[in-house]
């Protein structure tokens, strides 16, 4: 069963525009999420994140948005350039695990056109 | 300049045989972890330690091993065991209690030939 859902493999922006990615869970008990960019052959790298008792975090040009009755985030990126082209993973957690394990949904991978 | 290195980044192996997947961290980190991704699918965990000689299983456990003899390396060996073991693998450590995010090697690519 998959407990973080990113139901859409594939976006495609043009640059400028806003690019808004999304993430269901279904795990009650994740109280923190986190957004990654992976380019490929490479680690992914951390680009946001968001604890339960918010429903907004905002760096730059991203902002990801919480909605917890909805069990669902997005992570909306403006404007949108070339170099963000690269696959987007959500990725979620429960402090109550102790082990601070991440769950991660499968990726988007989001083309931004010159 | 702090980080995590995995080596190699490129590795082909011979059905039947055992490899080692190396992963060294400079950033004093206690907590350590495998992830694997295959095509088309997140990251799965299939090992973690959170401290010098103990780790724990994640979601995919069957047919790896690790160890963690020093706070710096967490060495994974992928067994005969493991069917289908051709695949992208991800190293990762966390400052314990400091906050969730992980900083991640930049990945070996294993080969099954």
């Known amino acids: 069963d998959q407990q973080v859902k990113q139901n859409s493999p594939s976006l495609s922006v043009q640059e400028g525009r806003i690019s808004i990615l999304n993430c269901d869970y279904t795990?009650?008990?994740?109280?923190?999420f986190l957004w990654y960019k992976k380019y490929p052959a490479e680690g992914p790298t951390f680009l946001i994140s968001?604890?339960?008792?918010?429903d907004k975090n905002e760096d730059g040009r991203f902002t990801v948005f919480l909605n917890k009755s909805a069990k669902h985030l997005s992570l909306h990126i403006v404007p949108s350039q070339p170099g963000d082209s690269a696959v987007y993973f959500c990725?979620?957690?429960?402090?109550?695990?102790?082990?601070?394990?991440?769950?991660f949904g499968k990726g988007t991978k989001l083309s931004v056109i010159p | 300049d702090g980080g995590i290195t995995q080596s190699p980044k490129y590795l082909f192996r011979k059905e039947g045989q055992n490899v080692t997947l190396s992963c060294e961290q400079n950033l004093n980190h206690d907590a350590m972890y495998w992830y694997r991704q295959d095509p088309g699918q997140g990251l799965r965990l299939i090992y973690y330690?959170?401290?010098?000689?103990?780790?724990q299983k994640g979601d995919i456990a069957e047919g790896y091993s690790v160890s963690r003899e020093k706070k710096e390396s967490f060495p994974l060996t992928v067994t005969s065991a493991q069917k289908n073991p051709t695949a992208f693998y991800l190293c990762?450590?966390?400052?314990?209690?400091?906050?969730?995010?992980?900083?991640f090697g930049s990945g070996t690519r294993l080969t099954v030939v």
């Open positions: 968001i604890s339960s008792i918010k």
């Open positions: 990725a979620a957690s429960h402090s109550g695990a102790g082990s601070y394990q991440l769950t």
């Open positions: 990762a450590s966390r400052i314990t209690g400091v906050s969730y995010g992980y900083t």
């Open positions: 330690s959170q401290i010098v000689n103990d780790f």
């Open positions: 795990n009650s008990m994740f109280d923190y």
